[in-house]
């Protein structure tokens, strides 16, 4: 664990120091634990840190919760790089570590040499939009805080936007991971780094110069079209789709996941 005023990171470091670092942001509900399978293939290659995020599995926050803010959150990272002796690395986020990955990788380019989004988006346009969202996002959390974190985990993975994921051998398990958060506290993350109270990102994509890989699976309609607009929009972005996955690649066909990774990396 490493301690900035405020938090108490707990994160994996796993592989050869001298090799290019990996940072790993993880979605809504997980944990540094999602990217185990990925990160056994990848570490003979890199140098992999995964971090539990505000909210989810061990890092503790000691403050209230404007520290569970995407701009909070995403200083807190860098502070912890610099900790580590880190002034330069790769980065990769999935859904909503891609949203925090992408808003790092605009306010800290510097920070950063290559940027994998699976999965991810800029946040919502308009007000409008965002005000509604914020407003879902907010029963969500108030429905986490009064229900069994096994209830909440089905139904949030009951959305259509998981539909193929339940399909995969590896689905118990991601939902045994996910069973050691607290409910309390995935619902201060979802008030405050939920879609609804993100800052829009789309109007700052084209000025970005950080070579960027967008992922997104064949079966997810949603964040197809999403990232397609994303690529037209950022000149440095390229699009991937990923064949035989929906909205978690990296748990639905690992093979192409790590394959497609490799090679924007190297």
């Avoid at 796993?14 to 993880?26: A, M, R, S, V």
């Avoid at 403050?63 to 701009?71: K, L, Q, R, V």
């Avoid at 064949?243 to 093979?255: Q, V």
């Amino acid at each position: 664990m490493d301690k900035f005023n405020n938090y108490n990171f707990h994160y994996s470091l796993t592989g050869n120091k001298n090799q290019p670092t990996i940072l790993f942001l993880h979605g809504f509900t997980g944990s540094n634990q999602d990217f185990s399978r990925v990160i056994s293939l990848l570490s003979k290659s890199y140098c992999c840190l995964a971090v539990d995020l505000p909210g989810h599995g061990k890092t503790e926050v000691n403050n209230d919760e404007s520290c569970y803010t995407m701009s909070n959150t995403a200083q807190a990272l860098i502070e912890l790089l610099d900790d580590l002796q880190i002034d330069k690395c790769l980065l990769l986020g999935y859904s909503m570590g891609g949203r925090l990955a992408l808003y790092m990788t605009l306010h800290f380019p510097e920070r950063f040499e290559k940027v994998v989004l699976e999965s991810a988006s800029p946040g919502l346009k308009t007000e409008k939009e965002r005000s509604h969202r914020l407003e879902a996002d907010l029963q969500l959390a108030q429905k986490l805080e009064n229900s069994n974190i096994k209830d909440f985990l089905f139904n949030w993975y009951d959305r259509p936007l998981f539909k193929s994921l339940k399909n995969s051998p590896h689905f118990d398990k991601l939902i045994e991971t996910r069973l050691a958060n607290n409910p309390l506290e995935l619902a201060k993350s979802l008030r405050n780094m939920g879609t609804g109270n993100q800052p829009s990102l789309w109007e700052k994509l084209a000025q970005n110069q950080i070579p960027i890989l967008l992922l997104a699976g064949a079966y997810d309609d949603k964040f197809t079209t999403i990232n397609t607009e994303i690529a037209s929009l950022c000149p440095a972005a390229l699009l991937e789709i990923v064949p035989k996955a929906g909205h978690n690649i990296h748990f639905e066909n690992i093979d192409n996941f790590v394959a497609v990774v490799r090679e924007f990396y190297d």
